[in-house]
């Protein structure tokens, strides 16, 4: 099983990633995840790639793809891609690279929505869960409900100027990749703007039909 999440920026795929891949036992690659731990190397390529990220920009398609191929060479049970395909080219070298058939989700969140989820981001610098200060606090203020540190950081590329430009990105270049899997019949949309629970229990009985 080859899941692809799909939709703006902040619509909660990441945290639905997480969740679905635990109760269904598959793997999940987050691309975005993957490519902020390599901006951080401190090399040349991710002092690059940083900048990249920072302003909003897409990455360019081969580091992606590399990814990828990597992540369904080595899933056993099927495996999420959480942020991926995000334009044609990515579209092409998936189903040239996956025998299964890929099933993917939209999930579909108003922009006004968008912008709260982005800005209010944060997430546990030791075990990666996320949080927002306007929708999901922590239950004790200051202490993550996972691992209970007490440090969190903000992501760069959440600023109001790096949002403009990832929305652009959006638009122009993921939005076709919807309207390609809708054509082929192989999108299932799903209602991001709803309390996390029932939005797992929504993708939960879709994925079982
Ligand atoms: P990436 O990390 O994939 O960012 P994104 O697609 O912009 O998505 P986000 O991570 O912002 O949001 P999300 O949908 O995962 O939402 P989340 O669960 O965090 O990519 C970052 C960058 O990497 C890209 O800009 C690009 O440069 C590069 N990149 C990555 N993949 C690439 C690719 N394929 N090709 C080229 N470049 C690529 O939730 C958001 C917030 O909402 C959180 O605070 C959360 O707590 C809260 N929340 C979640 N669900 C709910 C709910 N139901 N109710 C209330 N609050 C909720």
Redesign the pocket.
């Known amino acids: 099983m080859i899941l692809a999440?799909i939709?703006?920026?902040?619509?909660?795929?990441?945290?639905?990633?997480v969740l679905i891949a635990d109760k269904m036992g598959l793997s999940h690659l987050?691309?975005?995840?993957v490519?902020?731990t390599k901006a951080t190397s401190g090399t040349p390529d991710g002092d690059i790639l940083q900048k990249?990220?920072a302003s909003?920009?897409?990455?360019?398609?081969d580091?992606?793809n590399d990814l990828v191929l990597n992540a369904l060479q080595s899933s056993k049970k099927g495996c999420i891609l959480?942020?991926?395909?995000?334009?044609l080219d990515?579209v092409k070298f998936l189903s040239k690279h996956c025998a299964e058939e890929i099933s993917s989700i939209y999930?579909n969140l108003p922009r006004d929505i968008i912008v709260k989820?982005?800005t209010?981001?944060?997430?546990c610098a030791q075990c990666g869960k996320?949080?927002?200060?306007?929708?999901?606090k922590t239950k004790i203020d200051g202490e993550c409900d996972a691992c209970r540190s007490s440090n969190f950081i903000f992501?760069k590329?959440?600023s109001e100027k790096a949002i403009v430009e990832?929305l652009e990105?959006?638009d122009a270049e993921t939005k076709p990749v919807i309207d390609h899997y809708r054509q082929l019949g192989l999108l299932k949309t799903i209602n991001?703007?709803?309390?996390?629970s029932?939005?797992t229990e929504e993708l939960y009985k879709l994925l079982k039909k």
Not at 120 to 123: D, E, P
């Open positions: 999440f939709g703006p920026p902040g619509s909660g795929k990441g945290t639905q990633a987050s691309t975005g995840e490519l902020r990249t990220m909003g920009k897409l990455v360019s398609s580091l992606v959480d942020g991926y395909p995000r334009n990515q999930f989820r982005i209010g981001r944060f997430s996320i949080y927002n200060s306007y929708f999901y992501r590329d959440d990832r990105a959006y991001a703007n709803a309390p996390l029932e939005i």
